[in-house]
């Protein structure tokens, strides 16, 4: 039987600088490549050594993404989450749904777009 992981995952967002800046922040991340991409859009890979998150623009005018459309959210593990808070509220977002059950901590915040992101630390 195969084994496997998630290696990256691609993201419409609206403001790739804004967005890759959020998630190196947040998560000690750094950019991995930058270029262009499909329908005259851009993309920054902004991750780890391992994994990335793709976060793509086509310079299209949208609406922010409706809750559960076209994820429900995009889970993301710290070590700090008292810290990773931090850096959410500085960005100027709204943390909410604080919850404390096993397997760790977690806290939700939605992006400029509208995607929730939940953030768990297991320490």
Not at 12 to 25: H, K
Not at 26 to 34: G, N, T
Not at 43 to 50: A, L, M, P, S, Y
């Amino acid at each position: 039987m195969p084994k496997g992981t998630i290696e990256h995952a691609n993201l419409t967002v609206s403001n790739p600088e804004r967005a890759s800046r959020l998630l190196q922040d947040l998560l000690s991340w750094h950019e991995r490549w930058r270029g262009p991409a499909m329908n005259g859009g851009e993309t920054i890979h902004v991750g780890d050594e391992n994994r990335y998150i793709a976060l793509y623009t086509d310079h299209q005018p949208r609406d922010r993404f409706a809750k559960g459309a076209p994820l429900n959210h995009v889970g993301l593990l710290v070590d700090d989450l008292d810290g990773a808070e931090k850096v959410v509220v500085d960005a100027g977002l709204e943390p909410f749904n604080h919850d404390d059950y096993e397997p760790g901590r977690r806290f939700y915040f939605f992006d400029w777009d509208g995607i929730e992101f939940e953030v768990v630390s297991y320490e």
